[in-house]
């Protein structure tokens, strides 16, 4: 498994503490950055990470600005990803099971840091149920120009 994590200046604290997570755990990945508190713009950083999702070069991203909010809209912009905002483990499972999500946002302003690594770890630990849900992630995917 491969991970590409990224977040602005308001995400470094809680990127920090996954990147750890992921090292304990074995889990290879890729740091889009950034790389410290200086205050930096998070579209490109979120993008960079879910082309990276997209283009199968890692299976799931973990994105974090303040409030999961602007990392979730930028990185939703590119074809092929299902970002999530979760500010809960129930959340995080369920946007797994029944969305197929393959990128995990979270605020870190919004969510504690225990709470974060548990979203981590049930996000990645979690399979897509299938079934009824994937004609709903399929009619997700016909989306172009808002209408469906």
């Not at 299976?59 to 600005?65: A, E, N, Q, V």
């Not at 996000?123 to 808002?146: C, N, S, Y």
Request: aromatic share 8%.
């Amino acid at each position: 498994m491969k991970i590409a994590i990224g977040c602005d200046h308001g995400g470094f604290e809680w990127k920090e503490a996954v990147r750890g997570y992921l090292e304990e755990n074995g889990i290879d990945y890729e740091d889009f950055g950034a790389f410290s508190t200086e205050s930096v713009d998070y579209a490109p950083i979120a993008v960079k990470a879910a082309r990276t999702v997209a283009e199968g070069k890692a299976d799931y991203g973990i994105l974090i600005c303040s409030t999961g909010l602007g990392v979730s809209m930028a990185s939703n912009k590119v074809k092929g990803i299902r970002a999530a905002v979760c500010t809960n483990t129930f959340c995080a499972e369920m946007t797994r099971r029944h969305n197929n999500a393959n990128v995990l946002c979270m605020g870190g302003k919004v969510v504690d840091r225990e709470t974060a690594l548990q979203m981590v770890d049930i996000f990645l630990h979690t399979a897509f149920d299938g079934g009824r849900h994937q004609r709903r992630i399929d009619q997700i995917a016909q989306i172009e120009d808002g209408t469906l």
